[in-house]
């Protein structure tokens, strides 16, 4: 991901994905490069993405946000 406005707050570097510059061509081939040689480092951000929307994004945190907001 481009680390631009609200991405960073998201995106953690090298935990649940890879953050650069944005227009940095080389950090982007870098980037893909280093995760196509490591099929564990793509599992383990994918499991970590999952809980991140699970925990975060679900319909039950919307509604208890919701809740919060207007209860």
Do not use: H, W
Not at 24 to 38: G, V
């Amino acid at each position: 991901c481009s680390n631009v406005g609200g991405i960073p707050e998201i995106v953690k570097n090298n935990i649940n994905g890879i953050l650069i510059e944005p227009g940095n061509t080389i950090s982007l081939s870098q980037a893909i490069n280093r995760l196509a040689k490591n099929q564990y480092k793509i599992i383990e951000m994918g499991q970590i993405n999952r809980k991140l929307v699970e925990d975060n994004y679900s319909s039950e945190k919307f509604v208890e946000n919701y809740t919060k907001l207007y209860g």
